[in-house]
């Protein structure tokens, strides 16, 4: 592993998550580096989203830990987790269709007072004004997802590359540090890679850290600093994109020649 | 004539509040429940006893009546609500069906069939509100203080929550919503709204008995939000208009009194159905929903 120049934001340690007899997820530690792309790459059913599932909190692990910056995140419900910094987006993007473009960045955004029934009634000078600025930052970040003209549009009527903006952009406005993307390539034709591939590295110039998961081998390289190799719930390896793809061994397991 | 006329908009008036607050569960939030009119009855016999065991009059009554129904609906929402999916319409029939049978046979408190005569009608400034016109303006109040509240929920931060999670609850839950503390919410307003509809009611007509809060009442407050438009605020209210003023309108029709009540209700479901193939998304359902 490259030693970065601070401590992992992330790490994983000796995680295990098995359904019935399958083990899907076994002894699985790896740390993400702040202010870096993690890929996680490996064969279908390595364990790639069951990672991310049970780092979010959609899954409970059987042992292990998962930290971050300190604080275990096993055990948490999702939405502690969100709160504690770490955010994802899902490989069926799970827009809200019905909600436009606007509302679904909203989402993202804090409106503490806003959710709150109390304030809704009590304070609705304060749940107004931040209602605005919540409308201002989710303006923002349609604007630097490039989705500005879309903002009244319903989310299912966007084209696929949009919805995929979509998917980050609203995460991105949650202001997590962490952002989990599960498979933002995936679907997408060339035209459309060279709007996503550098909106990824522009997240992380944000000050954002990204863990992704990829399918595409040719797309690691660019789109990750290092490298997590995860086969049958295990890390195989983990490094520089170069190391990972140069391997004959771990490409062998990987494109199963 | 005027009296029955009064009588028909406290009607309207009182379902309007029924359907508006079913509306929070069923339209904005997608939990279907079958257990408002026990809720409803839990605000009529809260706010009854309230005012003829403890004195507390209709004001007093209501504020008790709100507060009974929300911890009932508190009680069933919170093992529930944890689950995902259509559990808490089985819950609810369950609310539904205990509470009858409590309203029924509990009869020291309720007095069972028999019902509680007597309760006082609602004072306001020591002024007594006892003339039919005069309730039509205290029920309106009361549905348009409820519509008032209904859109301050939907049409805010909160409300997106609500449509977030009923559109996918996994997706709002990885955004950071507590979507299962937002669903208990949710459900405890929508019947302290629903309690208060039953005060209104039982210090309107002054006597109450189970008939009232049976299951089909339940089922016709969830037909008012359904044939009104549950997607629109203001759907539930036309839904208590018109499905209050179909039954009143057939009674002009010249039926021959032998077989004017089964026919009533045969017309009645005809134009049920007719209304639900025409329109499926409700009278004021937004045309898009019927596009797909």
Not at chain 2, 55 to 84: D, E, H, N, Q, T
Request: aromatic content about 8%; charged content about 15%; overall charge neutral.
């Amino acid at each position: 592993m490259t030693a970065g120049p601070a401590g992992p934001i992330m790490a994983l340690e000796g995680v295990a998550r098995a359904f019935g007899g399958i083990r899907a997820v076994e002894d699985c530690s790896f740390d993400v580096r702040p202010g870096l792309i993690t890929g996680l790459i490996g064969p279908n059913g390595a364990g790639k989203t069951t990672v991310f599932n049970l780092i979010t909190g959609f899954l409970s692990a059987d042992q292990g830990s998962i930290r971050l910056q300190g604080r275990e995140l096993l055990g948490l419900a999702p939405h502690e987790v969100e709160r504690l910094g770490v955010v994802r987006t899902f490989q069926h993007l799970r827009l809200w269709g019905k909600m436009t473009v606007l509302e679904n960045v909203l989402l993202g955004c804090a409106t503490p007072a806003g959710e709150s029934v109390f304030s809704l009634f009590l304070r609705a000078g304060a749940v107004r004004a931040e209602e605005a600025r919540a409308r201002e930052r989710a303006m923002e970040v349609l604007n630097f997802f490039g989705l500005t003209g879309h903002a009244g549009d319903f989310a299912e009527d966007l084209a696929y590359p949009e919805q995929k903006l979509l998917s980050m952009a609203r995460i991105f406005a949650t202001d997590a540090p962490v952002m989990l993307l599960d498979e933002p390539t995936s679907g997408l034709d060339g035209e459309s890679l060279q709007r996503i591939v550098p909106m990824v590295r522009r997240l992380v110039d944000h000050g954002k850290t990204v863990l992704l998961i990829e399918h595409n081998m040719e797309l690691i390289s660019e789109l990750s600093d290092q490298v997590v190799f995860l086969h049958q719930g295990r890390v195989l390896a983990a490094g520089a994109p170069a190391e990972i793809t140069r391997d004959p061994a771990l490409t062998e397991i990987y494109f199963g020649v | 004539m005027t009296a029955y006329l009064a009588h028909f908009l406290v009607m309207v008036g009182i379902y309007a509040i029924l359907a508006l607050s079913l509306n929070l569960l069923i339209g904005y939030s997608g939990i279907f429940s079958l257990a408002h009119a026990a809720i409803y009855g839990i605000g009529a016999y809260a706010s009854a006893l309230a005012a003829l065991k403890l004195g507390v009059g209709f004001w007093g009554g209501m504020a008790i009546a709100a507060g009974v129904g929300a911890f009932a609906s508190a009680l069933v929402a919170i093992p529930s609500l944890r689950v995902a999916g259509d559990y808490y319409v089985v819950a609810s029939f369950g609310l539904q069906v205990v509470m009858l049978a409590v309203f029924m046979n509990w009869t020291d408190l309720t007095n069972g069939h028999a019902g509680l005569p007597g309760i006082p009608r609602p004072k306001l400034f020591g002024w007594v509100i006892d003339q039919p016109f005069e309730y039509v303006f205290l029920a309106a109040a009361f549905a348009v203080l409820t519509w008032a509240i209904c859109r301050r929920l939907t049409h805010s931060a909160f409300g997106r929550v609500l449509q977030a999670i009923r559109d996918d609850e996994i997706a709002a839950q990885a955004m950071g919503k507590n979507v299962v503390l937002v669903k208990i919410v949710i459900a405890c307003i929508s019947s302290a709204l629903g309690a208060m509809a039953g005060s209104l009611y039982a210090h309107y007509i002054t006597y109450i008995n189970p008939s009232s809060f049976a299951l089909h009442e339940s089922i016709f407050i969830a037909t008012l939000v359904i044939l009104g438009g549950s997607e629109r605020l203001a759907g539930p209210i036309v839904g208590a208009f018109v499905l209050l003023a179909i039954p009143e309108a057939l009674k002009f029709l010249a039926i021959p009194d032998t077989v004017a009540a089964p026919m009533r209700q045969i017309i009645y479901g005809a134009l049920l159905i007719i209304f639900m193939l025409v329109r499926p998304e409700g009278i004021l359902g937004r045309a898009r929903a019927r596009a797909q």
